[in-house]
C-alpha cells in the first residue's frame, strides 16, 4: 500500500500525523508513531508473580527491563496463544519503555489532524478511555489508541522496570 504524498492541500487542513498501524484479531489500531521505539518478534519473557494475566511478563532489551502487555487480554479479549508470527512493539511512554504483543503490524499512516474522529462513546470493543480517536481509511476503521493511558495506570505500579540490569 503506498502512502500517497502530503500535497499542500492537505498540509494547509491541518498537522500531520504519523501512526504505526497492527492488527489484534480482525481489528486494526493505530499507535503514535513518535512513541515506537522498535518492533520485535515474539521472545519469551519472564513471567512475574502478582501481576494482572495481561501483563505477560519482562524481557531484557539491551540491559533494561521492559514489562510485556498482551493487548489482547487487556482489550478483554483473551490471552494471546504467542508464538513466533506475532510482534512485540516497544513503545515509550512518558519515561517508561512498555512493549505491546499484537498479531501483526500493519502500515504506517500519514494523516492530518483533521481526519482523526472523535471515537463514539460506548461504541467500541475496548474501554472508551484507551481510545484517542479514530481514522477512516480507505474501507477499514483504525481505532488510536492513547498508549499514556493503556500502559501509564500498570507503569505506575511497577516502580522497579526499565531499570539497567546490574551484574
Known sequence: ????????????????????????????????????????????????????????????????????????CRFGQGLTEASEKHVMIIIAVDNRIAGALVDAVSDILTVTSDEVKPPPSGDLEIDDQFVHGLIAVEKRMVILLDMKKLLCADLEDQPEQNQPLSH
Open 1 to 72: 500500500m503506498t502512502e500517497p504524498s502530503p500535497s499542500s492541500e492537505t498540509q494547509a487542513s491541518g498537522e500531520t500525523q504519523q501512526f504505526l498501524t497492527f492488527k489484534i484479531g480482525e481489528a486494526e489500531y493505530g499507535v503514535d508513531i513518535m512513541s515506537v521505539r522498535e518492533v520485535k518478534g515474539w521472545t519469551a519473557t519472564t513471567r512475574l508473580p502478582n501481576r494482572p494475566e495481561y501483563v505477560l511478563g519482562v524481557l531484557n532489551l539491551r540491559g533494561l527491563i521492559v514489562p510485556i502487555f498482551d493487548l489482547r
